[in-house]
Structure formats: C-alpha cells, structure tokens
C-alpha cells in the first residue's frame, strides 16, 4: 500500500470511530497497528482532544477539502515543484490526509451535532479494564487479530498456533525452508500476550508493546526489537547468541530469564535480570565500550538523555508481576505507578502539584480489578485523594492532597 494510501486509510479510521462508534475487527488491527508506534500514539491523542477540534472548528468549516488536497497533489506531479525530502514528504502527507481530511469531516460532524456537550464531564466511580485483542503483522504485510476463535494461522511460513492467549512458532511447521521474513506481535493497551518463539524461546508481552522477530532464526545469531515491555526466557544455544534491541539500549544473552521495559514515554531504559547472566549496552558505539554485566537481582538503567549505565540492586519479583496479571510495587513514586497503570486502564493523569508525583508506595492488586482498588489502597496509605472523570472519550486521575 502507497504511503498516500495508507495515510488516508488511517485517517478514516479515525473519523470512523469518532462518529460512528466502533470498527470491525479487521478494521481495530489495522489501527492498533498504526497507534503501536509511540509518536502515532502521541499525535492520536492529540487529534481526538475535544478542545484542539474546537479551536479549529471555524478553520476547517470554511475548507473546500477536495479542492484543497486537488491542489497539494497537482502542485507534487509538477516537474518544476520543490524537491521535498523523503522524511518532510512523510510528515507533509500526514498533515494533509489527516489534519485536512479527518478534521475537515470528523469536526464537522462532532460540532454540528447539537446534542454533544462542548466538554461533557463526567465525575465516575473507576475504570474498568477493556481488552482489544492483539494484533499479528505477517512477513508479507497481513494483518491478523489475534481473537480466541482464531487457533490456526496459515501463512506461507507454516502454521502458527493461538490458544490461550499464546502465539506457537514450531520449526517443525516451517515447511522445511528458512524464512528471512520478521513478524510483528502488537498488544494494545490493556492486554498481555506470549508467544513461543521457534528457537524455544518465550516472551511475554505487557500492555501497549510491540515485538518484531524472525519466524525463524538463524544459525548464528538470534536478535529480536522491542517497543514497551516484555519478559524473556530465553532457550540456550551457545552458539546463537540472542539480543533483544531497543531504540535506548540493548541485551544479549545465551540463556536466561530478564525483564526489558523500554516505553518511550518513561524517558527510561530498563533491564531487570531474573536468573542467569546478560550484557546490557547502550546503542551508541561509545556505549558498547561500557557494558555491563548483571547477575540475577540487579538491574541496569539507561535514561535517553544520558547513556551511562547505571546498575541497582532490586526484586525482579516488582518488575515481573505483571506477566502474572498483577501489579507489584515496592517503595515506587506515585508517577511512576500511575504511568503504568495508564498503560493497563488508558488514563490521563494529573497531579496538583508536582510533590504528590514523588509519594513512596509499596503493594500489590490483581490487574483485573477495577482502578478505583488500587487508588483507594493508595489514597488510605499514602494519604492522597484522587479524582476519576470522563470527559468525551477519555478518561482522566487528578490526584490532590
């Protein structure tokens, strides 16, 4: 699909769901896909802010939109336009099938609605988890949801298995041919996903995380990359080394059990290791001259402003909770606590000042229960009160004191 496509395909979607409610199945994956990119996800946010629609409302009103992206696409075929670089061509696309499109129709269709309030805000007891399923991006571009129902994938690769919310690569079913082909596991918020890798490895994947690996590695080295969270047991072969990669730092192991948490919003690399031992590098060519090596109990932090590696004492219990569907926090910032948990419920959250963010809390809730278990926990222990409103779509913790 041209770039061009796929901009205005995104774009629809998004229109699709603001005013009409919901999308297919096949329809959620494809936009789960696009949103498993942090940046997407930031400007998605952004788009749908009920008061950044206003503020453009008169704006888009007076837009002949077919007219106006006429005229963008004659003035690119035209022999003597500008030469626009690959990257600004990108981004300029986005503006225009996005901003011109789905903003020229979707606003118009919100504001013209009598019956919505400009800010409809609602106080709420808690938020409940919502579950979408997760997605499959094949090696020659499908995309598949991972519902239930669905056990067997056929690709060209061979079959791939779905049960119980894990994914079975089996080198048996390979047909007998090395694949050079990566798919993608995309888990949306609010989800956890596992997938058994051919090697004989297994991940678990956290909420809001995507995991791009070969269907079959290899002789000589296994490498995976992963955005958001994961925990790795990884199959021994000392003669494959296995690295998983990250846009702030990198590890590599024979055969061992660690925690990667690499969320882009956290401004934090982390690596937790369980059992076994790894190397922990940063992606700069000056940061492999510094790697270190853990051994189970300790962790190793890479903060995106500054490489340096830095190696802390912890209980790889707190940072591997979550693949066993629950929350464990030990002597944790409030901050910290509830950007993860935004991850699991998708929540804004506020503080009244930025004291409050940096409030000690240390227990543990099953991620399955409603919000408002865990915030009452904290509220009672940490001497904080919070507040949970729904304005429009999005959902919003204030926390006072």
Not at 169 to 190: C, E, F, H, Q, R
């Amino acid at each position: 699909m041209s770039l061009e496509k796929k901009e205005f395909l995104i774009a629809d979607l998004i229109r699709k769901e603001l005013s009409e409610g919901g999308l297919s199945t096949a329809e959620n994956a494809v936009l789960q896909q696009w949103l498993s990119v942090p940046e997407n996800q930031q400007y998605y946010q952004k788009l749908i802010r009920f008061e950044t629609l206003k503020s453009k409302e008169a704006f888009y009103n007076c837009i002949d939109t077919d007219a106006a992206f006429a005229r963008v696409r004659e003035k690119i075929r035209q022999d003597h336009a500008p030469v626009i670089s690959f990257f600004n061509y990108r981004q300029f696309l986005q503006y225009a099938a996005v901003f011109v499109v789905l903003l020229g129709l979707a606003a118009v269709f919100i504001f013209r609605n009598s019956e919505i309030n400009p800010k409809n805000e609602v106080v709420v007891r808690s938020i409940a988890p919502v579950y979408h399923n997760p997605t499959l991006v094949l090696a020659d571009g499908t995309v598949v949801s991972l519902e239930p129902k669905k056990e067997k994938i056929v690709s060209k690769n061979g079959v791939i298995s779905n049960v119980n919310s894990v994914l079975v690569y089996d080198a048996k079913d390979l047909n007998g041919t090395t694949s050079t082909g990566d798919n993608t596991l995309i888990v949306p918020v609010g989800g956890i996903y596992a997938v058994n890798l051919s090697d004989g490895t297994k991940v678990w994947l956290n909420s809001k995380s995507s995991l791009k690996y070969p269907v079959e590695f290899s002789s000589d080295k296994r490498i995976v990359t992963l955005e958001g969270e994961a925990y790795f047991e990884v199959a021994k072969n000392p003669h494959s080394p296995f690295t998983v990669k990250t846009k702030s730092g990198n590890v590599t192991v024979l055969g061992t059990h660690f925690n990667v948490s690499s969320y882009t919003e956290d401004q934090l690399f982390a690596a937790t290791l369980a059992e076994g031992k790894v190397k922990v590098s940063g992606i700069s060519t000056e940061s492999e001259k510094t790697s270190v090596v853990l051994t189970p109990g300790q962790q190793a932090r890479i903060y995106h402003k500054n490489e340096e590696i830095k190696i802390t004492e912890v209980d790889p219990a707190a940072y591997t909770a979550w693949k066993d569907g629950r929350f464990y926090f030990e002597n944790e910032s409030l901050k910290s606590i509830l950007t993860k948990m935004s991850r699991w419920y998708n929540f804004n959250v506020k503080f009244e000042n930025k004291s409050l963010e940096q409030i000690k809390f240390t227990g543990v809730v099953l991620k399955q229960e409603p919000i408002d278990r865990l915030l009452d926990i904290i509220s009672k222990t940490s001497n904080v009160n919070y507040k949970i409103t729904k304005i429009n779509q999005n959902y919003e913790v204030t926390v006072t004191k």
